[in-house]
């Protein structure tokens, strides 16, 4: 009986094919900064609109999730990607400080994405426990601008919802649309792991900005740290997020290396490079979220983001 193969993962794909530069990180990480990363052959990253909300991003965004390096956040301003994608809880509260203290006076020239989590207590959709929820979410966003180090945050999100009666709640739409008001956020949306329900209302109602959903050519995933497992339909989600950007959503994807390497056949090997640019590839897109741990990974996402 022949032995299955292993599963290759990105880190064993990266292992075998990328040059190492753990100590790029370490001489930067000491202040020395030996070494600052240009666009390749000076040309620029693409950008694109995030629908009606004008924000205009780099289409390759900088995930942080799985990060506390300041080394790699500047390594990525310096290589042009203007998106970085953060959330309250990431590292209990210190990946948004560590990118707060890295983007100080560089604010301007970002697009910050974080995300909150908004629950009310289970089976409890009374008026009272919406208010209480609301004085929470306040909570949140303070404590995100002061970690952030800045008096305004480019997008905010509903952080994995799950609930449409949560998300179209009365108490938490006025949240949102009172937050952009006195400007603290310039845009509203929601994150979702397996939430076509949620696509639907968000195409629905127009009434969030931004959609945040997963989505690879593999229409699957593995999450390689808690091995966490979600599918999909891909027909139809691609329907939601095709009528999302033509209803002025911005659509941000989630999930785009966690397929696997790919190519399109008959041309060159699998790679993540290539799973990243098979979901840029498709017009409706407007930001690739790509978890970044180290430069090497940065490398090949970059090559797929020009």
């Given at each position: 009986m022949s032995k299955k193969p292993r599963r290759m993962t990105r880190k064993d794909f990266l292992k075998k094919s990328g040059a190492g530069l753990a100590g790029i990180i370490a001489g930067d990480a000491l202040g020395a900064n030996p070494f600052r990363l240009l666009g390749r052959n000076g040309t620029p990253l693409q950008t694109r609109v995030l629908g009606r909300s004008g924000i205009r991003a780099t289409a390759l965004g900088f995930g942080a999730a799985r990060t506390m390096e300041p080394s790699l956040l500047r390594a990525a301003r310096d290589r042009g990607i203007n998106f970085i994608d953060t959330g309250r809880t990431y590292f209990n509260g210190n990946n948004e400080r560590m990118i707060g203290k890295v983007l100080e006076g560089v604010r301007k020239d970002v697009i910050l994405q974080s995300k909150m989590f908004v629950r009310p207590p289970e089976g409890d959709y009374s008026p009272g426990a919406f208010t209480a929820l609301r004085r929470e979410m306040e909570s949140?966003?303070?404590a995100s601008l002061k970690a952030l180090r800045t008096d305004y945050i480019d997008i905010m999100l509903?952080?994995?919802?799950?609930?449409v009666r949560v998300l179209m709640n009365e108490t938490v739409m006025e949240f949102f649309s009172e937050a952009k008001r006195n400007g603290r956020i310039r845009a509203h949306g929601f994150s979702c792991h397996n939430g076509l329900e949620l696509l639907r209302a968000a195409n629905e109602s127009r009434f969030y900005d931004i959609i945040m959903a997963p989505y690879n050519h593999k229409g699957a995933y593995v999450h390689s740290l808690s091995g966490k497992?979600?599918?999909w339909d891909q027909?139809?989600?691609?329907?939601?997020l095709e009528a999302a950007a033509k209803n002025g959503l911005g659509v941000v994807v989630m999930k785009t290396c966690s397929g696997g390497p790919y190519a399109p056949a008959g041309?060159?090997?699998p790679s993540f490079r290539g799973a990243v640019r098979w979901v840029l590839d498709h017009p409706f897109i407007g930001v690739a979220i790509v978890a970044m741990s180290n430069l090497d990974e940065m490398e090949e996402d970059l090559e797929a983001g020009l």
């Open positions: 949140n966003l303070e509903v952080h994995e919802a799950t609930d497992s979600n599918a027909a139809r989600v691609e329907k939601e041309t060159e090997r």
